[in-house]
Nanobody
Framework: QVQLVESGGGLVQAGGSLRLSCAAS????????MGWFRQAPGKEREFVSA????????FDAVFVKGRFTISRDNAKNTVYLQMNSLKPEDTAVYYC????????????WGQGTHVTVSS
């Protein structure tokens, strides 16, 4: 498994941007698919975006298409989530997760980073 640490959250006005980072430990990071999830107060955790091990495929929730971009740098063991045109409803704790090769479960999770979008 990999250890994950998110950063980059904060307070931003509606329409603004943030870039979240997720640093991973472990030599096997480059073989993992990586994802971002979020959990708003009083709501269940939901999928945001995911990226394959080689950046060849990305998957986005409908509500972030055209606004958020997931990327990764395997040389730096880091995955990013660039968030533009933020809305108050994007306020949540954002988590990154790692999916081992050949598996369908997200086996490792970070502690989360808070994003607050003010109107």
């Amino acid at each position: 498994q990999v250890q994950l640490v998110e950063s980059g959250g904060g307070l931003v006005q509606a329409g603004g941007s943030l870039r979240l980072s997720c640093a991973a430990s472990g030599r096997t990071f480059s073989s993992y698919a990586m994802g971002w999830f979020r959990q708003a107060p009083g709501k269940e955790r939901e999928f945001v975006s995911a990226i394959s091990w080689d950046s060849g495929r990305t998957f986005d929730a409908v509500f972030v298409k055209g606004r958020f971009t997931i990327s990764r740098d395997n040389a730096k063991n880091t995955v990013y989530l660039q968030m533009n045109s933020l809305k108050p409803e994007d306020t949540a704790v954002y988590y990154c997760a790692a999916q081992p090769p050949g598996q369908t479960v997200w086996g490792s999770w970070g502690q989360g980073t808070h994003v607050t979008v003010s109107s």
